[in-house]
Nanobody
Framework: QVQLVESGGGLVQAGGSLRLSCAASGRTFSTYAMGWFRQAPGKEREFVARIRWSSGRVYYADSVKGRFTISRDNVKNTVYLQMNSLKPEDTAVYYC??????????????????WGQGTQVTVSS
């Protein structure tokens, strides 16, 4: 049974930083890609970042490029999202997701097979 558990959310002032973690268990993830998504109140869930577990190749949404960094720790089976220069519009519930097909830059929700429960990020102005 695949489990994805996010942590690291919280309240931060605009311009600040947070690091989200996603602890993955239940499978060997070396052939997967992992993604971060977010959902703001009243809005649809949107793609944020993606990393191919084996190669480390990354892909970002334009809205976070240059501010957010996705990475993974193969020993800890954990994916991170380092978020810098946070803005109030980054406020959302952030979700970790696993895509069993690691190829390409897949950004649609339907492309991902497993999801975490989410962690709240609130950026105050």
């Amino acid at each position: 049974q695949v489990q994805l558990v996010e942590s690291g959310g919280g309240l931060v002032q605009a311009g600040g930083s947070l690091r989200l973690s996603c602890a993955a268990s239940g499978r060997t993830f070396s052939t997967y890609a992992m993604g971060w998504f977010r959902q703001a109140p009243g809005k649809e869930r949107e793609f944020v970042a993606r990393i191919r577990w084996s190669s480390g190749r990354v892909y970002y949404a334009d809205s976070v490029k240059g501010r957010f960094t996705i990475s993974r720790d193969n020993v800890k089976n954990t994916v991170y999202l380092q978020m810098n220069s946070l803005k109030p519009e980054d406020t959302a519930v952030y979700y970790c997701a696993a895509d069993t097909a690691a190829w390409g830059t897949r950004t649609n929700l339907d492309d991902y097979d497993y999801w975490g429960q989410g962690t709240q990020v609130t950026v105050s102005s």
